[in-house]
């Protein structure tokens, strides 16, 4: 019997165990938390969202960070298959806006369960408050572990599955990189991957709490467009976050990454309309408050709090009769309601990324057994590798791919 040691007890681990149990190997987890699982207990603000229902090649399409290394892991344990997991040990799923697919209960700590379960009802052990400390290696195999405490745990295969080093208080720290370093592997430079953004703009405090839908949002250092998103944001006390500014926001820490400091978010606050239509609809506006103030003629058009800050930025009086409002003047309107522009300062810290970009190169890693190629019998999978993606289920995806098919892999050798 093949005797596993897996070192972390999240997504990947669990699905480790999981698949190695169910080719009758001994698995055992090392948990360095209380309970395992805890970060995905936060996901989808606490309902977990398990995965996304689209095509895998939409799936590796939305995991830019290196997403075609889980080609082979995502078609031997799909998102269909996980679904088919949960569903078949009775916790029902939910599909939802842009293809997420959560539990029915909306409870994430019932997916956590479940696959607690799963594991258990296999044959797999547990034990948690165990941080690894070191990798044993003898003849260039793996032999076992050794944990904080001075245990020793001897093991034919070792899975290292500690996540990222975003949200250490999840447990997610960083050690799984600091245990492959001291193995030979490459780390790929860590970043910030779905994490607010920062501003110093004047406009911030007061737009603090506001939320944008159907906004267009772009990253621009200067005439460049770095990336754009559709959907919705939300202005906070030091800069933006919401689904659009996530997505966005590998793209700037990219950018700060390789020096380029010089960049705006730019705001298309009406996408659906193009210029021309953008004037038409404000003239249409004018011309129900042609005896008004400028700034109480835009009510229709904009949020409260808005109004002063692209009016503002316009060089627009607010007190101005809108009788009086020249076409020149609703023309550098119409541009900063297409193109509101704030200056990014940064990204917020690594610690509270939702997803680590970075990690250990997939080039050491054989992409079809998730097996180290420079030591043998040590596999890695989940977040812990140079792999990330965007918000809606795919990044959890990747974990529960890598570890299924890690966990496959170390016990069929």
Not at 2 to 20: E, K
């Amino acid at each position: 019997m093949t005797n596993i040691i897996v070192v972390g007890g999240g997504a990947a681990g669990l699905l480790a165990g999981i698949a190695a149990t169910e080719l009758g190997a001994q698995v055992m987890i090392l948990e360095k938390m209380r309970t395992p699982g805890r970060k995905m207990l936060i996901t989808g603000k606490g309902r977990c969202n398990i995965t996304n229902n689209c095509e895998i090649a939409e799936i590796i399409r939305n995991l830019p960070g290196n997403g075609r290394f889980l080609n082979s892991a995502l078609h031997r344990f799909s998102n269909d298959d996980m679904i088919y997991l949960l569903e078949s040990h009775g916790l029902q799923t939910k599909v939802e806006r842009g293809g997420r697919v959560f539990p029915v209960t909306d409870k994430a700590k019932d997916v956590v369960d479940t696959l607690l379960n799963i594991y258990r009802e296999k044959g797999g052990k547990l034990l948690v408050d165990q941080t690894v400390s070191k990798i044993l290696i003898e003849d260039g195999c793996v032999a076992g572990v050794v944990t904080n405490d001075g245990n020793k745990y001897t093991a034919d295969a070792v899975i290292i599955t500690t996540g990222g080093a975003s949200y250490p208080g999840t447990g997610s720290d960083g050690n799984g990189f600091t245990l492959a370093k001291a193995c030979g592997h490459t780390i790929i430079t860590l970043k910030p991957s779905l994490v607010p953004l920062e501003s110093d703009s004047e406009y911030i405090k007061s737009l603090q709490g506001l939320s944008l839908r159907n906004v267009k949002a772009s990253i621009c250092c200067g005439e460049k467009v770095l990336a754009s998103e559709f959907g919705e944001m939300l202005f906070t006390h030091f800069g933006f976050s919401g689904p659009i500014i996530l997505s966005l926001s590998k793209a700037v820490a990219e950018a700060f990454a390789a020096g380029n400091k010089d960049l705006d978010l730019i705001i298309d606050l009406k996408p659906a309309l193009d210029v021309q239509k953008l004037d038409l609809r404000i003239q249409r506006d004018f011309a129900n408050y042609l005896r008004k103030q400028l700034v109480n003629g835009m009510k229709d058009l904009l949020p409260g709090r808005l109004i002063p800050v692209v009016l503002d930025a316009a060089f627009l009086n607010p007190d101005k009769p809108i009788n009086q409002i020249s076409k020149e003047e609703r023309s550098r309107l119409v541009y900063n309601l297409k193109n509101l522009s704030f200056p990014i300062t940064g990204t917020r810290p690594l610690a509270e990324a939702i997803v680590t970009a970075g990690g250990v190169s997939t080039k050491e890693i054989n992409p079809k057994t998730f097996e180290s190629k420079i030591v043998k019998k040590l596999y890695f999978a989940g977040e812990v590798i140079d792999v990330d993606g965007y918000t809606g289920g795919y990044n959890l995806q990747a974990a529960f791919s890598s570890g299924y098919a890690a966990g496959y892999a170390a016990a069929q050798d």
